[in-house]
């Protein structure tokens, strides 16, 4: 959390767990939000305990929370409830990704929020949205990779399907939840207060569903569809619409490039050598004969290293890139450039290296001020400052709103 960032001004409370809206509440709190993280007492979000490092600190967890405040309250009790209501009648977004119906069995569904705060914008993500036949269907990750059709299209060609190497679902429903929160703060802004109408049918809420998010990224899949019929398998590392433009064997290691456009084939046939690929001059005859294509580059690309390549392909102006593991990525001069890896000192698990903002602004830089938080590790502060007075707060504290109270 920042104070100078463009989200400054921002109040963020979050009840969630695992990913998908974690992710959202940290890219919130990257630009500035003061973000407060709701925990179950004594347990907190499951995703403390996955991935534990060898400090016995879950890298996992300290990548989605970082810069947030974390509250422990018991919302089983009217006491932690009340406390929460009290929260969020000063907050200006509330994100949670419980199980469809969970919240407002907790009593902080949207309508009792806005009975408190008309203007509160409220994020719900699930698995399949809270719309539709499956609303009420768990909904995780890799079940959503399967079901919305991703994992039909990755993995080696006439292989079987595999996952995508990171939680596809979680990441994309987060970023979309955020790109529609900051969509309804501005929708929010736009109405004139004189105008009681628009006001009063200002509708805060919004839901966003993993399986949504999946479908969407599949993108011109769809569309293929719909024009032909095609139902396509593992596309491997090659391109459903473009060849060439995929993975190659080099003499001592693998890059990536393409030709974006058939203007520049028969360059790209000039710094090949290879002349039999002229025959080729459109994109739709070489998706028409790509295995040929790529039979006869992969022969040619073989006789040099990597470096010999890329040289060539960047000097003719051709997109290509090495094919990086994480520790080549970690130590990339453009994701140091561009911020996109950051040494961080956490006060458990000392030095460790955190995933910056994806978001460049001229004007405003980014930063990590905040260790991810240790369970209830701000309740105290938090809460005083919540509570009218302490005879509120020490009731709260005797009903049980923190957790059990020791006798």
């Given at each position: 959390?920042?104070e100078?960032?463009?989200?400054s001004?921002?109040?963020?409370?979050?009840?969630?767990?695992?990913?998908?809206?974690?992710?959202?509440?940290?890219?919130?709190?990257?630009?500035g939000?003061e973000v407060?993280?709701?925990?179950?007492?004594?347990?907190?979000?499951?995703s403390?305990?996955?991935?534990?490092g060898?400090?016995?600190?879950?890298?996992?967890?300290?990548?989605?929370n970082?810069?947030?405040?974390?509250?422990?309250?018991?919302?089983?009790?009217?006491?932690?409830?009340?406390?929460?209501?009290?929260?969020?009648?000063?907050?200006?977004?509330?994100?949670?990704?419980?199980?469809?119906?969970?919240?407002?069995?907790?009593g902080l569904?949207?309508?009792?929020?806005a009975?408190?705060?008309?203007?509160?914008?409220?994020?719900?993500?699930?698995?399949?949205?809270?719309?539709?036949?499956?609303?009420?269907?768990?909904?995780?990750?890799?079940?959503?990779?399967?079901?919305?059709?991703?994992?039909?299209?990755?993995?080696?060609?006439?292989?079987?399907?595999?996952?995508?190497g990171?939680?596809?679902?979680?990441?994309?429903?987060?970023?979309?939840?955020?790109?529609?929160?900051?969509?309804?703060l501005?929708?929010?802004?736009?109405?004139?207060?004189?105008?009681?109408?628009?006001?009063?049918?200002?509708?805060?809420?919004?839901?966003?569903?993993?399986?949504?998010?999946?479908?969407?990224?599949?993108?011109?899949?769809?569309?293929?569809?719909?024009?032909?019929?095609?139902?396509?398998?593992?596309?491997?590392?090659?391109?459903?619409?473009?060849?060439?433009?995929?993975?190659?064997?080099?003499?001592?290691?693998?890059?990536?490039?393409?030709?974006?456009?058939?203007?520049?084939?028969?360059?790209?046939?000039?710094?090949?050598?290879?002349?039999?690929?002229?025959?080729?001059?459109?994109?739709?005859?070489?998706?028409?004969?790509?295995?040929?294509?790529?039979?006869?580059?992969?022969?040619?690309?073989?006789?040099?290293?990597?470096?010999?390549?890329?040289?060539?392909?960047?000097?003719?102006?051709?997109?290509?890139?090495?094919?990086?593991?994480?520790?080549?990525?970690?130590?990339?001069?453009?994701?140091?450039?561009?911020?996109?890896?950051?040494?961080?000192?956490?006060?458990?698990?000392?030095?460790?290296?955190?995933?910056?903002?994806?978001?460049?602004?001229?004007?405003?830089?980014?930063?990590?001020?905040?260790?991810?938080?240790?369970?209830?590790?701000?309740?105290?502060?938090?809460?005083?400052?919540?509570?009218?007075?302490?005879?509120?707060?020490?009731?709260?504290?005797?009903?049980?709103?923190?957790?059990?109270?020791?006798?």
């Amino acid at each position: 959390m920042t104070e100078t960032g463009p989200l400054s001004d921002l109040t963020v409370v979050e009840l969630t767990v695992h990913r998908a809206g974690p992710f959202a509440g940290a890219m919130l709190a990257d630009l500035g939000a003061e973000v407060i993280k709701i925990e179950r007492p004594g347990v907190g979000d499951p995703s403390r305990v996955q991935g534990v490092g060898p400090e016995g600190r879950s890298g996992y967890f300290m990548a989605n929370n970082r810069d947030k405040r974390s509250v422990e309250l018991d919302l089983k009790s009217d006491a932690g409830t009340e406390a929460a209501l009290e929260l969020l009648a000063d907050a200006d977004v509330f994100i949670e990704n419980f199980g469809y119906g969970v919240a407002e069995k907790l009593g902080l569904g949207y309508e009792a929020i806005a009975e408190r705060n008309e203007d509160i914008v409220y994020a719900s993500v699930k698995g399949y949205g809270e719309t539709g036949p499956l609303r009420e269907k768990k909904g995780l990750d890799l079940i959503l990779q399967a079901e919305g059709g991703i994992m039909s299209v990755t993995g080696p060609e006439d292989g079987d399907p595999v996952k995508v190497g990171q939680a596809i679902g979680d990441l994309t429903a987060g970023l979309f939840a955020t790109v529609a929160l900051l969509a309804r703060l501005h929708e929010r802004e736009r109405i004139d207060d004189d105008d009681r109408a628009a006001v009063e049918a200002f509708t805060g809420k919004l839901d966003v569903g993993l399986f949504d998010a999946i479908v969407s990224v599949m993108n011109e899949y769809v569309t293929f569809h719909s024009m032909d019929g095609r139902v396509p398998g593992p596309q491997g590392t090659t391109h459903q619409s473009m060849c060439p433009y995929g993975l190659f064997e080099a003499a001592d290691g693998h890059f990536v490039t393409g030709v974006p456009s058939d203007e520049r084939w028969d360059d790209f046939v000039d710094l090949v050598g290879r002349e039999e690929l002229r025959e080729y001059p459109t994109n739709e005859q070489r998706m028409a004969n790509r295995e040929a294509v790529r039979a006869v580059l992969e022969e040619e690309f073989r006789e040099e290293p990597v470096d010999h390549w890329l040289e060539a392909l960047t000097d003719a102006g051709f997109p290509n890139g090495p094919l990086n593991d994480l520790a080549d990525v970690v130590d990339h001069e453009q994701a140091e450039a561009r911020g996109l890896v950051r040494e961080f000192d956490d006060p458990d698990a000392g030095e460790v290296l955190l995933p910056g903002h994806p978001v460049n602004f001229p004007d405003f830089e980014t930063t990590i001020d905040r260790p991810a938080p240790r369970l209830g590790e701000h309740t105290e502060a938090v809460f005083q400052e919540v509570a009218s007075d302490q005879t509120t707060l020490d009731e709260w504290t005797a009903a049980g709103a923190f957790g059990p109270v020791d006798d």
